[in-house]
């Protein structure tokens, strides 16, 4: 079956380094993304792994490992703001069809 | 850049009465359209597939009947929730890619449907 897995919540303080793990097994691999989300608001794209490696943009960085069916999202410098959930999805096609983990809701405290 | 336009953003409706929920791809075509649904604190859920053309292809345990979806044009999809339900209260939202690109994926703004 399909599975993605990550962890339901994690708390850190502002300033700190949080790495949020994602694990799957999917019939399939056509690429990984990451997305943050509010409540009641749409995903806001973070980031998007296809080869193994890591993908540093400013504050946020993606890793994949396809052979080990993980990748881990880290977010340096937290501020306030990055208090969110955070959306592990993995794409099996070039259309667009995502499965979606259930998400890490990560608290950021002062 | 390109856009998924999603309307209306919020709607209120009675038990029993239909819903109808549109996805644009502004500056694109777009051949497939994703519609998803996500309840309080847990994560999205693929509903269906909508494809130009032709015939949704729905996910396992979402009822075709209820959650209509046409796709009449490259840049229109649709989502009518038929007599709703309470249960059917929940966050909708769709997704469009540039076609080719699997990695150029955008999401509409979401629909907050609650059903009273």
């Known amino acids: 079956g399909q599975n993605i897995d990550q962890p339901t919540e994690m708390t850190a303080t502002e300033g700190a380094i949080v790495q949020i793990n994602c694990t799957y097994q999917t019939s399939g691999f056509n690429g990984l993304f990451w997305y943050q989300q509010h409540a009641g608001e749409a995903p806001t794209f973070l980031s998007y792994n296809v080869l193994d490696g890591l993908e540093e943009k400013g504050r946020f960085s993606s890793f994949l490992s396809r052979s080990k069916g993980y990748s881990y999202l880290l977010l340096k410098e937290l501020q306030m703001k990055d208090s969110a959930s955070y959306l592990c999805?993995?794409?099996?096609?070039?259309?667009?069809?995502?499965?979606f983990g259930a998400g890490t809701q990560v608290v950021v405290t002062p | 850049g390109a856009v998924v336009s999603q309307h209306p953003s919020r709607v209120i409706c009675k038990s029993g009465t239909s819903v109808k929920i549109e996805c644009r791809s502004l500056?694109?075509?777009?051949?497939?359209m994703f519609w998803y649904r996500q309840f309080p604190k847990q994560s999205l859920m693929l509903m269906a597939t909508?494809?130009?053309?032709?015939?949704?292809?729905?996910e396992q345990g979402v009822e075709k009947d209820k959650f209509l979806i046409n796709h009449a044009s490259l840049t229109l999809s649709t989502l009518t929730v038929t007599s709703a339900h309470p249960e059917d209260s929940s966050f909708y939202i769709c997704?469009?890619?540039?076609?080719?690109?699997?990695?150029?994926?955008?999401f509409g703004s979401g629909t907050q449907l609650s059903v009273l």
């Open positions: 500056d694109f075509q777009a051949t497939t």
């Open positions: 999805a993995v794409t099996t096609d070039s259309w667009g069809k995502l499965q």
């Open positions: 997704s469009a890619v540039l076609p080719g690109q699997g990695s150029s994926l955008f």
């Open positions: 909508s494809n130009e053309g032709s015939k949704a292809t729905y």
